[in-house]
């Protein structure tokens, strides 16, 4: 079992669904995040929870909501996105936040098509 | 602000070679650390290597060395007698307290036999 799975691998939705990625990490850890993946730009950071508190938010449009009911779970709520919304999600997780040296540990990704 | 750049899209090794993967950065702030991910095709980012802004050593892992040039502000990733599983995509990476990690676009890299 590895240390971050991230459910489902692969998601195609239309604009006006909704649907959620789930991503569970099982290495004791207290912070997690999201980062968005698009072709041929650097991995965005979307959300970071640390001890279930939101602590930091890119900016993210409101199309896409984040929700972390503990340290091992986090989701990603999406409804009434774009195309341009379509990349690789990933999950990750490390020990702590904010303190700089932190090694994370990522998912697989959930790779999102949005028609 | 932070910022890290990669300027080689793509990288060609032959079996058994060595290749440098560059990696630059710019921050202001002297506490740092400076990260190496691989991410081959099944997506997933794997962590490679970590330095740190006060290390005076340069880090190693195995086959992977970080030539880390706090002057030059380069952090380039050395992969030691190339194996065709190290074709995938790299990513170097930077943080700092209070920050979570940024990536840079990353390079890929062809191994061929």
């Known amino acids: 079992e590895t240390g971050v799975t991230q459910t489902p691998r692969h998601l195609v939705m239309g604009m006006t669904n909704k649907k959620s990625l789930k991503c569970e990490q099982h290495?004791?850890?207290?912070?997690m995040y999201w980062y968005k993946q698009s072709a041929k730009k650097p991995l965005e950071l979307m959300f970071v929870?640390?001890?279930?508190?939101?602590?930091e938010n890119n900016s993210v449009p409101s199309r896409f909501s984040p929700e972390c009911p503990n340290s091992s779970h986090l989701f990603l709520h999406l409804h009434t996105l774009q195309p341009e919304d379509s990349a690789l999600y990933l999950c990750?997780?490390?020990?702590?936040?904010?303190?700089?040296?932190?090694?994370?540990?990522f998912g697989s990704g959930t790779q999102l098509s949005v028609l | 602000a932070q910022k890290i750049t990669q300027t080689q899209p793509g990288m060609f090794v032959q079996e058994k070679e060595a290749v440098t993967l560059d990696c630059t950065y710019d921050?202001?702030?002297?506490?740092?650390?400076l990260f190496w991910y691989k991410q081959p095709s099944s997506g997933e980012m794997i962590f490679l290597i970590y330095?740190?802004?006060?290390?005076?050593q340069n880090a190693t892992e195995g086959r992977y060395s970080l030539n880390f040039q706090k002057a030059r502000k380069s952090a380039n990733l050395v992969i030691s007698a190339s194996q065709l599983g190290d074709s995938a995509m790299y990513f170097c990476?930077?943080?700092?307290?209070?920050?979570?990690?940024?990536f840079g676009k990353g390079t890929t890299l062809s191994v061929s036999s």
């Open positions: 990750a997780s490390s020990q702590n936040s904010g303190t700089g040296g932190e090694k994370l540990f």
């Open positions: 929870y640390s001890l279930e508190e939101r602590v």
């Open positions: 290495l004791g850890h207290n912070a």
């Open positions: 921050t202001s702030d002297p506490s740092y650390g």
């Open positions: 990476a930077m943080d700092q307290a209070g920050t979570a990690l940024i």
């Open positions: 330095q740190g802004s006060y290390d005076q």
